[in-house]
T-cell receptor, first 115, second 116 residues
Framework: DAGVIQSPRHEVTEMGQEVTLRCKPISGHDYLFWYRQTMMRGLELLIYFNNNVPIDDSGMPEDRFSAKMPNASFSTLKIQPSEPRDSAVYFC?????????????FGEGSRLTVL | AQSVAQPEDQVNVAEGNPLTVKCTYSVSGNPYLFWYVQYPNRGLQFLLKYITGDNLVKGSYGFEAEFNKSQTSFHLKKPSALVSDSALYFCAVRDILTGGGNKLTFGTGTQLKVEL
C-alpha cells in the first residue's frame, strides 16, 4: 500500500482565500484523523471519522474550518476564509479499529502558509 | 480523560551513549501506550507500542520502552545512540476503557539531538 496520501504538500495563499486539503487513507482503514502541528501548540487533533462519519470535532478551532469524508477513500479539510494564524502543518492519519490496538499511520503533511 | 506528559523539550546525548526520553501518562483504566518519531518535514512514524504482557517492549531501529504501572511511565530507551536518531519523539496514550474509538492523545514531543 502507498500509505496515507495528502495533497498539496505545500500551499501558500493570501488571507481570506479558501484552502482545501485532501487526504486518501490507507485502504481498509476505518478511522481517519486530521491533526494540526505548530511550534506553539504542538500536535492538535482537529477531528476524526469512523466509517466516514464524524465522531469528534471538538478540536476544530472555529466555524471557518470544516471537514468531510464523502467515502472511505477520501477526506477534505477546508478553511474558509483563511487567516495567517492558520499557518501550520496539517496531518491526516488513518487506522484500523474494531478491537485493534489503534496505531496511527500518518501522511507526510500539508504545510500551509497564509500571508 | 487521558493525558500524557513529556517533561523534557530536548535531550542531548553523545553518539554511542545510551539515551532515555521520558513519558508519563494518566488514564482512567488501562492504557495502550505508543511512541512515534518525526524526522524533519515528515509525518509521524510508529516506533513501538505497549498493549499488555511484558513490560519491556522492543520496536524499530533498536528502540525499546519500559512500561511501569506504579510510576505511570513509559520511557523510551536505546542502548547506543546514533546521530541518525536525532528527531522529534512523541509519546501517546489511548485509554481502552473510555470511548473515543482509536483516539490517541499525544505529548508535546521531545527533540532528541545526538552529537558526535
Amino acid at each position: 500500500d502507498a500509505g496515507v496520501i495528502q495533497s498539496p504538500r505545500h500551499e501558500v495563499t493570501e488571507m481570506g482565500q479558501e484552502v482545501t486539503l485532501r487526504c486518501k487513507p490507507i485502504s481498509g482503514h476505518d478511522y481517519l484523523f486530521w491533526y494540526r502541528q505548530t511550534m506553539m501548540r504542538g500536535l492538535e487533533l482537529l477531528i476524526y471519522f469512523n466509517n466516514n462519519v464524524p465522531i469528534d470535532d471538538s478540536g476544530m478551532p472555529e466555524d471557518r474550518f470544516s471537514a468531510k469524508m464523502p467515502n472511505a477513500s477520501f477526506s477534505t479539510l477546508k478553511i474558509q476564509p483563511s487567516e495567517p494564524r492558520d499557518s501550520a502543518v496539517y496531518f491526516c492519519a488513518s487506522s484500523l479499529g474494531q478491537g485493534r490496538t489503534g496505531e496511527l499511520f500518518f501522511g507526510e503533511g500539508s504545510r500551509l502558509t497564509v500571508l | 480523560a487521558q493525558s500524557v506528559a513529556q517533561p523534557e523539550d530536548q535531550v542531548n546525548v553523545a553518539e554511542g551513549n545510551p539515551l532515555t526520553v521520558k513519558c508519563t501518562y494518566s488514564v482512567s483504566g488501562n492504557p495502550y501506550l505508543f511512541w512515534y518519531v518525526q524526522y524533519p518535514n515528515r509525518g509521524l512514524q510508529f516506533l513501538l507500542k505497549y498493549i499488555t504482557g511484558d513490560n519491556l517492549v522492543k520496536g524499530s531501529y533498536g528502540f525499546e520502552a519500559e512500561f511501569n504501572k506504579s510510576q505511570t511511565s513509559f520511557h523510551l530507551k536505546k542502548p547506543s545512540a546514533l546521530v541518525s536518531d536525532s528527531a522529534l519523539y512523541f509519546c501517546a496514550v489511548r485509554d481502552i476503557l473510555t470511548g473515543g474509538g482509536n483516539k490517541l492523545t499525544f505529548g508535546t514531543g521531545t527533540q532528541l539531538k545526538v552529537e558526535l
